[in-house]
Each structure stands twice: as structure tokens, then as C-alpha cells.
């Protein structure tokens, strides 16, 4: 990592999209790292969408976030402190930041808001901090703050490699956002208030059930499965092996003890709506993250029908329809 | 095997319960003679009985089968005519025979009313032939036209070995009705006709399923706790346990390949209801066979509570609550 200047330059804002998940990452090898039991999958979501300005201001005593114009305290608040304290450790300055972020989606909804808050508060922090880094050395830094983060600095297809010799683990890009289209229709529910955070989820899953080192000996297949079909654009094989490595990823949080059921009845419910959509001869596969909300894979041509199907059938609170986006960039236009 | 008598002899009728399986029976070692990969442990289940009365008479020129009234044709009968040979086999004869059979419970609800069927059917049809069997040779006939009806021979706790030294595969008592009392209130939800046979269902777990042989490595240890927890009449590892394991075999049907997903939106809404039990400090656990209905498990005086708020909560099609039942009996009121 080569640190250009550790001077405070200017106000810096950044946009990042947050990213559906091909292969889930669900484990970590180091806790405190973020460094995961394997490699992960994704596609940048272009339609959700943060946006974040950092400053970097000697007046200030202590750090701001403000989240969709409410100012935040604990936990929310610590996690990004925290993440400045790691950008300040690399530009060696211990000047405190005012940060502003705005999502164009419900905070709450249970969507990825951490992949796309996290990428744009690294490259915004750092990038007002005087560093000059690139996207491996970006996403290795965000990884920090949230995992899935680190795949949202690329567009299109980004896989997240876990781990290699020299102990490094970062985002790369397996093909841009206009190699091959796909549609993501976001299936927006109404979710209950999670019991438990997805990251102690996770550590109950590596100790207790008794698939979790099953599920990672088919990761091997999986994952070059999906960059065949990625290479090759063969929706069918991309959507049927994300759906399996989904419901295998919901299986080992399920036979956690105690158990993790993060569906709820609509959840099930748009999972056998996805079903019958196969029936009819319409491309369609689900994945589902650590939460109730669906995500329906499908190709441009059927994500009218599947919609207008949805809002028959099953009357979503929300449903956002996106195509495979751009990575992260910095951008002139300022929230504050 | 003692063959008494070739000879046919009377008309008998018998009554048999279901069972409720804590360690669910997954996947067959030999598909024709209906070995199970492993043992798995039930208790009969009181309230829900099947009673068939059988007749051998050299005037019928073939087999027949009303159930509740209806003569049955196609696959139904099949499997009666197909285990009607078996019996006849043993007993040399070729005689065919009627067979009626009544459920106290809906059929195509959903529950396991092969198991109490058969059961019902092997011991008034071996009796009607003149064959004079014990409960072990009941079972192992038995078996061979529904394997978990095996385990409705014997009263109370019943474990199905799956194989021994001899290739015998048959049920055993662990306790009776009488020690251990627990109820079982089974939630009949409205069911979708249901896409694949537990049989083809079973079939494709083994082949296709990442976890099949992670679940079998689970289970000593689970059939040990179980077995402990009915010997000590500890409620809350039976449950618990059982919870466990019906969520293990469900993980594996649902990674199979095409996924089973056999749970509905309102199967979910119960397994939550269940979990919330938990927290207001009621001992309620479930389990669910391969379908959408549920069992939960509970102590007697938790009962009263838990049907009256399934009935506020959930309103189900039908609350049947359940005791542990006897085993096979004979009985001299016939069906005709």
C-alpha cells in the first residue's frame, strides 16, 4: 500500500452499489480481519444505491454520522468510528470526521446496506484523507468494516477471494457490468427485527451445525460453475446454482443451534411463486440473504411479467428491479 | 419365521396408531425391501388410528380396498394388492382377499396414515391367513409395504433398527405409553398436493443432497440423547433434540437437486409461533414429517394453553392433540 500523503485534502463523496450474492460468503476464518471461509460471488446492484460524504475537519472533537439526515448513535455510530480509526491509522492523522450517508432504499428493509454504506464510506474517507489507493487495496480496507463491502468496488461480476499465501483477501472483477445482462427484482417484505446480527449468526453456524464443513467442500464446484456461466452467460446454470448455494447457505444457519430461520411465511411464499414461475417456462431463480427478503433472478425479457406477477400475487411492501451496476466512484456533488 | 397354519381361517379386524418420528427415518439402504439408511425413534401417536378388517375368500377374484367408503383403485390399491402377495407368500396361499380400512383422520391431509394403514393391514391380514406372528415379524413385514409403519406395532417409545448382523430390520420398545407422558398436537394445515412421493423425494436426497451423509454422521449421537431423554423423562432434550433433527432432515431434502421444499407460508408461521412459545417460557418443540403440517410437542400442561392460542394465532384446519398411544391390537368388531 503505498501512502501518498497523510495531509487532510478536501471533502470527498463517493456512490457505491450494494451487491446480490452468487455464492454467499457465511463463516470467517478471523474475526477481527474479516477474513472468510471462502470465496464468494457476486453482481454490484446498480438500483441500490449510497452515497456518502466524508470530511475530515481539525475543529471537530469527535466523529458524526448522519444516516438519511438522523444523526446516529451506538452501534451504527461505533462501526463507522471505527472503520475511520483504521483509515486514520493508515494516513497517520487522528483528525475526526463528519460523515453524511443517504440510501436510496429502506435502511431497515434488511437489504444490503452495509456492501454499499461501506464501500463509499472507504473510498469518500479515504480519498478525503489524502490517500491515492486502488480497488484491491480499497476493498481490502472496507472488508474491515463490513465483508460483503469489498465486492462492491467493481461493476458487473466481482468474486471475493478469501484468502491466498500472503494471507491478502480482496475483491477482483470477473467481467464488467455490460458483459452480460441479467435482471435482480428485489422482493422487499415486511421483515421482523433480527434476533441475532448476521455476524454472531454466522460464528453459531461454524460451531454448531453440522453441515457448515459440508456446505464449503461444494464450494470448490460451485464457484467455478458460476464464473463458467458467468464467462459463458448461461443464465439458467448462474440462477439454478445460485439458488442451490442459497437454500445450502439457509441450511447450515437452519440446523444451527439454536436454530436461524431468517424466512418468514411471504418469504416461503415467493420462494414456490419462483417455483411455479419455472413451470411456465419463465426463467426465474431466487436467493435470499440473511434475512426474509428475496431476491428473483431473471433475464431482461420476463422482469415485466415476473412484476407484474408479484403484484397479483403476492403484494410485496417493495419491489426494485436492478440490473448489474457500476463500482464504486467519487463524485463532485456533495451531501453537505 | 413360525408358519402355524396355511389354512385360512376368519375375518379379523385391527386397530393401529401412527407414530410421530423424533428422529426422522431419510433415505433406504435397499429400496425393495425397505431398509433405512438409519434408525430412527417415534412414539405412537394415540389419536390418530387407522381400522381395517381383511377377509381371505376363495369366491374373489381379486383383491379389493375401500378406504372410508371408497374403493380404491390405481396406486393405492397397488400397494395393498403388492403387500397382500407378500403375506401370501408366507402363508402359501392365493387366495384373494377384501380388505377395509377406515382413518379417524383425514387422508390426504398430510399424515402418516401409511404407517398406521399398514400396520392395521399386516396384522389383520397375516391374522386372517392363519399366521400366528410376534411383534418383531409383524414389523419386519410391515416394513416392506411402509417403513415407518413398522414402528407402529408397539405402544409408547419405539426405535426401528435399521440393520443388524442377520439383515434384519425391525422395530423395538424402548418404553411404553404408560412412562413417559408427552403430547403431540398436530397442526393440519392446508396442504398443496404435493409434487414428488416421499419415496422419489428420499431417492434424490441421497444423490443429490451435499448433506445426506453429514446428517447420518449426526445421528448416534442424537438417537443416544433421545433415548436418554425418554429414559429420564427429560422433556426438553427430547424436544429439542427432535426439533433438531426434523430440521436436518428438512436441510437435506431442501439442498437435494431440485430442491424439496415441502414447508408452506403457514408452516413457517407455526415454527415461529413455536420458537415464541419458547420465550414465554412454554416447553414446546416441533417436528414435521415430510409435508407441511407440524407436530408440537409439548407436557400436558402446556396443552390447554397451546391449542388456545394456535386457535387465536394460527387457525388452523384442524388441532388434533395426541397422547402416547398403544400398539397394534385385534379387536372383534369388523368393518363389515
Known amino acids: 500500500m503505498i501512502i501518498l500523503k497523510s495531509v487532510i485534502t478536501t471533502k470527498t463523496t463517493a456512490i457505491a ?3 446480490t450474492a452468487l455464492i454467499k460468503y457465511w463463516g470467517k476464518r478471523d ?4 477474513i472468510p471461509m471462502n470465496n464468494s460471488i457476486s453482481f454490484t446492484t446498480e438500483a441500490l444505491t449510497t452515497t456518502t460524504t466524508v470530511e475530515f475537519s481539525e475543529e471537530l472533537t469527535k466523529d458524526n454520522f448522519i444516516l438519511n439526515g438522523t444523526e446516529q448513535t451506538g452501534k451504527p455510530l461505533k462501526r463507522v468510528v471505527d472503520h475511520l480509526a483504521i483509515i486514520r491509522e493508515i494516513s497517520q492523522t487522528n483528525v475526526k470526521a463528519k460523515v453524511y450517508s443517504e440510501n436510496n432504499f429502506p435502511t431497515a428493509a434488511g437489504l444490503a446496506s452495509s456492501a454499499s454504506g461501506f464501500a ?3 473510498s469518500a474517507a479515504t480519498n478525503a484523507a489524502g490517500l491515492k489507493l486502488d480497488k484491491k487495496e480499497l476493498s481490502m480496507i472496507s472488508r474491515r468494516g463490513s465483508g460483503s463491502s469489498c465486492r462492491s468496488f467493481y461493476g458487473g461480476y466481482v468474486e ?3 484468502n491466498n499465501e500472503q494471507n491478502e483477501s480482496y475483491a477482483i472483477q470477473l467481467a464488467d457490468e455490460n458483459w452480460f445482462d441479467i435482471r435482480d427484482i ?3 417484505l415486511k421483515t421482523p427485527e433480527r434476533k441475532m446480527s448476521t455476524r ?4 453459531l453456524s461454524i460451531k454448531t451445525s453440522p453441515f457448515f464443513k459440508s456446505r464449503l467442500d461444494t464450494l470448490d464446484t460451485n464457484l467455478a460453475k458460476i464464473r463458467l456461466a458467468i464467462k459463458e452467460r448461461d443464465f439458467n446454470s448462474l440462477g439454478s446454482v445460485a439458488e442451490m448455494d442459497c437454500l445450502s447457505m439457509h441450511s447450515v444457519a437452519i440446523t444451527s443451534n439454536p436454530p436461524q430461520i431468517f424466512w418468514t411465511p411471504d418469504t416461503v411464499k415467493v420462494m414456490h411463486f419462483v417455483e411455479n414461475l419455472r413451470e411456465e417456462k419463465i426463467d426465474a431463480y431466487y436467493t435470499i440473504d440473511t434475512g426474509a427478503n428475496l431476491h428473483i433472478l431473471t433475464i431482461p425479457k420476463f422482469e415485466h411479467e415476473i412484476v407484474k406477477q408479484l403484484e397479483e400475487k403476492i ?6 428491479s436492478s440490473k448489474p451496476g457500476p463500482g464504486v466512484k467519487v463524485v463532485n456533488e456533495h451531501l453537505f
Chains 1, 2 share one sequence.
Open 200 to 203: 454472531d449468526a454466522m460464528k
Open 120 to 122: 463509499a464510506l472507504t
Open 17 to 19: 452499489h450494494s451487491n
Open 186 to 188: 428485489v422482493v422487499v
Open 315 to 320: 403484494l410485496p411492501e417493495k419491489i426494485i
Open 31 to 34: 474475526e477481527e480481519l474479516i
Open 160 to 162: 471475493w477471494i478469501a
